[in-house]
């Protein structure tokens, strides 16, 4: 009996043709995961394990500003308890859960001799093979699921310089990656993931920002978890190039409201890191433009700033 092959589904090109300029235009700008340059620019002066501290509360708030005011009110592998804002991506840490992840962490690291100690433990040669054993070091943490293993797996690869490299979308539980790669491929299997890496990298000119002050970068599965998560925002009105710019700034004013604060170091960082014209802050508007996010929707123009 002759074993049928498995149907290959029909690319959405239009959708792909939106994808590829989108890709650009967040490239171009650095509005993909502005938290890594962001990240790298305020650590640049810290030592190896001050850095990892820093990096650790800001994947426990996601919130720059709150990352800035508990790191400047703590030791490495200490802390004061704080009442600072946590974005709705944390909501596992949000009512005081936070100190049980933060002390897990501390409990955990301190056996292993320091954070990066912790980190690494049970690397090998094998980039991808280290991913997998970071991702399952990082989700032994209390209140680190799916999303916290990638994204601060991500961090750690690319701010911290780990020797790890994801080998996959990681689409198992995963939601916007998910549909976003689905709107695209027409199918949500591993193989679609690696046949869109592998068109993103061939067909889109991607212009690296001169202003992004993270290492080299490259069109990796990390970067690809991010494009097809805006990709998918913006077919719901919930993403435009620029946009995660503008969160991160009301972010910022949430955590110098919450505490009289003022972060002007953090504000200079954006300000070093990424193309001024995109800050609001510079240029007289406040957080996300809720009209804006309705472009794509309704006209099918990917807008920007």
């Known amino acids: 009996m002759v074993k049928q092959a498995t149907a290959v589904k029909t690319i959405r090109e239009e959708m792909l043709a939106d994808y590829y300029l989108m890709c650009e235009r967040c490239c171009a700008t650095g509005d993909y995961d502005p938290f890594v340059p962001l990240l790298y620019y305020i650590e640049r002066d810290m030592d190896r394990e001050e850095a990892l501290w820093y990096s650790?509360?800001?994947?426990?708030?996601?919130?720059?500003?709150?990352?800035?005011?508990a790191f400047h009110d703590s030791k490495v592998l200490q802390y004061k308890k704080w009442d600072l804002p946590i974005e709705t991506a944390r909501r596992s840490l949000q009512g005081g859960r936070i100190y049980q992840h933060l002390d897990d962490l501390i409990d955990k690291a301190g056996k292993a001799g320091s954070l990066w100690d912790f980190?690494?433990?049970?690397?090998?040669?094998?980039?991808?093979?280290?991913?997998?054993?970071?991702?399952?070091?990082?989700?032994?943490?209390?209140?680190?699921?799916?999303?916290?293993?990638?994204?601060?797996?991500g961090i750690l690869r690319k701010v911290h310089g780990l020797n790890v490299r994801q080998p996959d979308l990681?689409?198992?539980?995963?939601?916007?990656?998910?549909?976003?790669?689905?709107?695209?491929?027409?199918?949500?299997?591993?193989?679609?993931?690696?046949?869109?890496l592998?068109?993103?990298?061939?067909?889109?000119?991607?212009?690296?920002?001169?202003?992004?002050?993270?290492?080299e970068p490259?069109?990796?599965?990390?970067?690809?978890?991010?494009?097809?998560?805006?990709?998918?925002?913006?077919?719901k009105s919930r993403y435009y190039v620029g946009r995660d710019f503008d969160r991160?700034?009301?972010?910022?004013?949430?955590?110098?409201?919450?505490?009289?604060?003022?972060?002007?170091?953090?504000?200079?960082?954006?300000?070093a890191v990424f193309p001024n014209q995109y800050?609001?802050?510079?240029?007289g508007w406040e957080g996300i433009d809720k009209d804006r996010l309705k472009v794509y929707q309704q006209t099918g123009e990917i807008t920007d700033r």
């Open 56 to 69: 650790c509360l800001f994947i426990a708030h996601y919130n720059p500003g709150s990352a800035w005011i």
């Open 218 to 235: 490259d069109m990796d599965y990390g970067v690809l978890e991010s494009m097809t998560c805006d990709f998918n925002s913006m077919n």
């Open 119 to 153: 980190f690494t433990q049970g690397f090998g040669s094998d980039p991808e093979k280290n991913w997998l054993t970071l991702n399952a070091t990082i989700r032994s943490l209390y209140g680190h699921g799916r999303w916290g293993g990638y994204i601060f797996g």
């Open 248 to 271: 991160d700034q009301y972010r910022i004013r949430r955590a110098e409201k919450a505490t009289g604060v003022t972060l002007t170091p953090v504000w200079e960082a954006r300000k």
């Open 198 to 215: 592998e068109m993103t990298r061939a067909n889109t000119c991607i212009n690296w920002a001169e202003h992004r002050c993270a290492p």
């Open 279 to 283: 800050l609001g802050e510079l240029n």
């Open 170 to 196: 990681g689409n198992k539980g995963s939601s916007g990656p998910l549909n976003g790669l689905i709107l695209i491929m027409n199918e949500g299997t591993d193989e679609a993931a690696a046949r869109l």
